[in-house]
């Protein structure tokens, strides 16, 4: 939370993203995009999670972009999620 300390990022704390054996874990959302979670963070991995947010809330096609992520993001990934809208049905 101190990494996003006047960032326009806003953190907030869940019980349990489900991810025991990737260690500490953190997700980035944004409203009709893609979602991700990753795994294998420390706790000075804060500032990487506010770079990839900030990254994150430029994208014009929903997506985390691969240029530019910090390696934690790049090493850590461990789902990317599609947005509701985005599921398609199958016959």
Do not use: H
């Amino acid at each position: 939370m101190r990494a996003a300390a006047g960032e326009s990022v806003r953190v907030r704390t869940v019980e349990c993203l489900g991810n025991c054996k990737r260690r500490l874990s953190a997700s980035l959302l944004r409203d009709g995009c893609w979602s991700y979670v990753f795994g294998d963070l420390t706790p000075d991995s804060g500032a990487d999670l506010v770079t990839g947010a900030r990254l994150f809330s430029t994208s014009t096609d929903g997506l985390l972009p691969w240029r530019g992520r910090p390696d934690s993001l790049k090493r850590g990934l461990v789902a990317r999620i599609p947005p509701l809208l985005a599921l398609k049905d199958q016959p």
